[in-house]
């Protein structure tokens, strides 16, 4: 597997998925607060939003998550349930049940394309150019740690299996397979300018929408091209996970997914001990405990896949 050409321990590797899965649910915990505020309102109110405070328009307990960590511990769950193996239909039943249990929060996409699933039973919606929205991109990291060490055709394989249930788009393709790749090489130890040449640059060159070297981009919508931006401008403009999840959550719009998506980057790349303490100890205790739980278990089926 790829960790056989780096030096970094296995224990580490584990610290590192932990970090991940965690910085997913801190940043949409810490995001959730300010999610539909512009960036100008967000300074006007607390010049600059650095507590998990809970709040926001979804009016929730401080700590508390939204869709995109609770559906990606539901994917997680069903794929530890499986063995590690990820197949559209495991991704879609979990899905189902996660609709049914009423969550906090839904996006029209996922909505849309899990009642049709529940109609047809088929786990893949029809392609469309309008289904970019981030709502496959945001759940990603069950399905990086699951297929760690796997070449990377397999695991774009996966990744689009996983995304196709609810998001048949190429851009939203494009983004999930970055995201999950990306995540990949920080949890192995690679340095964020090796990922930069190895990752970054091939996405832009044949996504140029991804070029994300523009003006500061504030108010990113729930557009997975919008998203991805103000995501890579907060992961390049900063050097550490607390820094990089307040820049990319005071840019407001659809804070809780770029807070989530950059959480879940930083935690790779930065490692547990850069988490701040007072971020970790606000996070739900159940979601805790779930995110670090799946992450040692999710990364063990990737470890073992990968050394077949
Ligand atoms: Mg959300």
Redesign the pocket.
């Known amino acids: 597997m790829k960790t056989s050409s780096s030096s970094i321990q296995a224990d580490e590797i584990m610290r590192r998925a932990a970090a991940a899965y965690l910085g997913l649910a801190i940043g949409?915990a810490l995001?959730?607060t300010v999610?539909f505020m512009t960036a100008q309102e967000i300074r006007a109110q607390y010049v600059v939003h650095r507590d998990i405070k809970g709040g926001g328009w979804?009016r929730l307990k401080p700590g508390q998550?939204?869709?995109?960590?609770t559906m990606a511990l539901a994917l997680g769950e069903a794929i530890i349930a499986n063995q590690g193996r990820v197949d559209a239909m495991t991704c879609a039943r979990a899905f189902d049940a996660w609709m049914r249990a009423k969550p906090?929060?839904i996006?029209n996409t996922v909505r849309r394309n899990l009642l049709r699933y529940r109609q047809s039973g088929v786990p893949c919606a029809p392609p469309s150019e309008h289904d970019a929205g981030n709502g496959a991109a945001?759940r990603v990291l069950p399905v990086a740690l699951a297929t760690l060490g796997q070449d990377e055709d397999a695991v774009a394989k996966t990744v689009i299996a996983q995304a196709h249930i609810t998001h048949n788009n190429p851009v939203s393709d494009a983004a999930s397979i970055f995201l999950a790749l990306f995540v990949q090489d920080a949890i192995l130890g690679m340095t964020l300018p090796q990922i930069y040449r190895q990752r970054v640059l091939p996405l832009v060159a044949a996504q140029p929408v991804f070029s994300y070297r523009i003006k500061r981009l504030e108010n990113p919508s729930g557009w997975v091209v919008e998203t991805m931006r103000a995501v890579l401008q907060a992961i390049f403009d900063t050097d550490g996970f607390e820094e990089c999840l307040v820049d990319v959550v005071n840019r407001g719009g659809?804070a809780?997914?770029t807070g989530?998506i950059a959480g879940m980057l930083a935690g790779a790349l930065y490692g547990l001990a850069s988490i701040p303490p007072r971020w970790l100890e606000r996070l739900d205790p159940t979601i805790r405990e779930a995110c670090k739980r799946q992450a040692y278990a999710l990364i063990a089926h990737g470890i073992a896949a990968g050394e077949h």
Do not use: K, P, Q, R
């Not at 998550?65 to 960590?69: F, R």
């Open positions: 949409d995001g959730a999610e979804l998550v939204t869709d995109d960590t906090i929060d996006g945001m659809d809780d997914t989530a």
